[in-house]
């Protein structure tokens, strides 16, 4: 009963780690965290609800970050290096797994846990089999506690593939797709796409403390530039 | 008087300091305890406290100062220095930056041989006053609870940040038949973002004084002048209700027809804000994007029945009635929300609109039942009542608490919970 009744709103950060991310993108990829603690230090209200995991995957995936709340003072950030190929399959149910841990353990502390969002960074195609990932994707986005995906895509990934991972794809909660656009530098729009992330992370956490649910997205006109916002009707 | 009392003692270089700083302690012992002082002793050396050690550091000594005083939010902390030795080396620096973060502190220095003790019973004497005021936590308070600091609303000026009261109803002489204490306290979410409360409360008896009517309502966030709705649901409900008391059993009472009045009312106050012509029927739904608040109603009779005082409880949206007995138990008449698996939700009705299923409750107040009209600013982190909260709130108001006292604990700070929040409070005697 130690934290009966208090609101939670889980964010998961999920990072290709790939060796095509190795450098700028990369740095740009380590900075993100750092810039979200920035902006909780400065809006308490929000930084009581908000916990935040980070998960990096390249032919595995790892829990880099257990969800956690980012201004704990006994919190050491962990840095991210580059491994391996792209496995989509490895991320989602890495991150299946974990969330489902997450809401239940946070649920039997007495947290009113709301849905988790997922920020989804990658700069490249899955190496491994469609069939598989689909597969994975689907188990995530079919738990009761599934997830609000919101698939950022730069460098050389594919805007259909990123486009089939939003989540959900229809409806009045309906998540969106960020790409970089075309000839940007791919590290700019990963700090762009964070910039979206703590946007939407303020407007969504003060929705949440006025007794509203859902994810809220920043509006396509307030988009850095680099950035094209696609929603998932945009693929038919 | 009473306040907190922090020792720093010299323990820089020499074996004697240390038994001088127990002696000074103990010299302290018997005056903190009989004024109502609580006391932190902290050594003034680099490492580990009760032993002497090597080099002063007034930087050190207020790190860890400041440490202890991370979680004392009392008035006005005194830190009582006792050196023998003038303090030079980094004590202007350090004491610059420790009253520039803790600008309350009232700062002593005295040598251990000029009596530290006396000094500070001199120093409890000059405040010949009593009380002090520690802000009520429950658990983690939170940073909202230590950063926020409250701003008012530029166009809501006159909706003010807190409302409470404290009343006896008498019998016919003057003896106590129940104890009120109500508070409405603004969220930490709208003192930040400055913004009004959107909570309300009121209560009346009857003019046969035969009943006691309270109301609570809590505005609905996303409509901008939920307040409004809220301050008419409780002031104009409890004048509706007392009006059908005259004329009707308190068991039988018309609730979907008061409910449907009031909703009428909020359509009126809601039109001039809304953009419709005058006098256009306007449908609830849109009227709620305006204006709009659940409602609690409570009526006690204050005629004894089987020894004890029947009470009706009538509720639309999340707004619950609960009673804590023997000051331990809570017992809730209503379901609890958000207890079932999956995600959470915050739909909740509210007025205007239309009763649908829900049926007013009774229950049989006994003597030491406190009855409880709340808001979900303290529903949700009451929970079921066995938690931490549910244990404070049952241990404040076991009996009926200071009407200040009770704003203080209806504003207990505890992480995540930021929602304004209103109790009104009935004890039976």
């Known amino acids: 009963m130690e934290h009966a009744g208090a609101k939670l709103l889980p964010f998961y950060l999920v990072v290709d780690v790939s060796f095509s991310m190795e450098g700028d993108k990369l740095r ?14 400065e809006n308490p209200i929000l930084s009581d609800k908000v916990r935040f995991g980070l998960i990096d ?20 950030l962990p840095g991210l290096a580059a491994r391996g190929g792209t496995n989509f399959t490895a991320a989602f149910t890495t991150l299946r797994k974990e969330m489902e841990a997450n809401v239940a353990q946070l649920k039997a502390d007495q947290y009113l846990v709301h849905r988790p969002a997922v920020w989804f960074i990658s700069d490249g195609e899955p190496l491994d089999a469609e069939a598989s990932w689909r597969q994975a994707f689907g188990e995530l986005t079919s738990l009761k506690a599934y997830p609000n995906f919101i698939p950022c895509g730069v460098d050389e990934a594919d805007v259909k593939v990123m486009g089939s991972l939003i989540h959900p794809a229809q409806g009045t909660k309906m998540m969106a797709l960020y790409m970089m ?11 762009a796409m964070a910039e979206i992330l703590i946007s939407s992370m303020i407007q969504s956490g003060y929705s949440l403390a006025d007794g509203n649910t859902g994810m809220i997205l920043p509006p396509k006109s307030s988009l850095p530039a680099g950035i094209k916002q696609y929603d998932a009707d945009d693929f038919v | 008087m009473s306040g907190n009392l922090y020792l720093l003692i010299d323990l820089a270089e020499g074996p004697n300091r240390a038994a001088a700083a127990e002696d000074i302690t103990k010299a302290f012992a018997p005056d903190i305890g009989e004024l109502g002082w609580h006391s932190h002793t902290l050594g003034l050396y680099q490492s580990i406290p009760a032993a002497p050690g090597p080099g002063r550091s007034y930087g050190d000594a207020f790190r860890r100062f400041a440490n202890n005083m991370r979680c004392d939010r009392a008035e006005r902390p005194l830190l009582m220095v006792v050196t023998d030795t003038d303090p030079g080396g980094d004590w202007q620096a350090e004491c610059e930056v420790l009253t520039a973060s803790h600008p309350t502190v009232d700062i002593r220095v005295v040598d251990h041989r000029d009596d530290p003790a006396g000094l500070f019973r001199a120093i409890a004497a000059d405040r010949p006053w009593e009380g002090s005021f520690t802000p009520y936590s429950v658990g983690d308070p939170g940073n909202a609870a230590r950063k926020v600091r409250a701003v008012p609303d530029a166009a809501e000026w006159d909706r003010r940040d807190t409302v409470l009261d404290g009343v006896e109803i008498q019998g016919a002489n003057r003896q106590a038949l129940l104890h009120v204490r109500a508070a409405s306290v603004r969220g930490l979410g709208h003192r930040y973002a400055g913004t009004v409360r959107q909570d309300d409360y009121a209560f009346r008896r009857t003019p046969s004084g035969r009943f006691l009517v309270a109301a609570v309502a809590d505005g609905v966030s996303n409509s901008e002048l939920s307040h409004k709705a809220a301050s008419l649901i409780t002031r104009q409900g409890c004048e509706l209700l007392a009006g059908m008391l005259d004329t009707t059993p308190a068991d039988r009472l ?22 419709v012509p005058d006098g256009a029927a306007v449908a609830y739904r849109e009227v709620a994007a305006t204006m709009a608040a659940t409602a609690l109603f409570g009526v006690v009779d204050l005629q004894p029945v089987d020894g004890g005082l029947p009470a009706h409880v009538f509720a639309i949206g999340d707004s619950p009635a609960w009673v804590l007995r023997d000051g331990r138990v809570w017992k809730s008449l209503h379901d609890i ?12 009705r509210a007025l205007p609109g239309r009763r649908r299923d829900e049926v007013p409750q009774e229950a049989l107040l006994r003597p030491g039942d406190v009855l409880v009209l709340m808001s979900d600013g303290i529903a949700d982190p009451l929970q079921d009542g066995s938690g931490p909260v549910g244990r404070f709130l049952a241990e404040s108001w076991r009996t009926p608490p200071a009407p200040l006292a009770f704003a203080g604990q209806v504003d207990f700070a505890r992480r995540s919970h930021d929602d304004d929040r209103t109790a009104v409070a009935i004890w039976v005697p």
């Open chain 1, 28 to 41: 740009a990829a380590n900075n993100i965290l750092p810039a979200i603690v920035d902006a909780l230090a």
């Open chain 2, 337 to 348: 929300k958000n207890s079932g698996d999956g995600p959470a939700s915050s739909i909740t």
């Open chain 1, 57 to 76: 995957f390249a032919d595995d995936a790892k829990v880099r970050l257990p969800l956690c709340d980012l201004l704990d003072p006994n919190l050491s």
């Open chain 2, 254 to 275: 018309d609730w979907p027809g008061l409910i449907e009045e009031l909703s009428r009312r909020i359509c009126i106050v809601a039109q001039p804000f809304m953009d």
């Open chain 1, 181 to 191: 656009e075309a000839g940007f530098d791919p590290a700019s729009a990963i700090t």
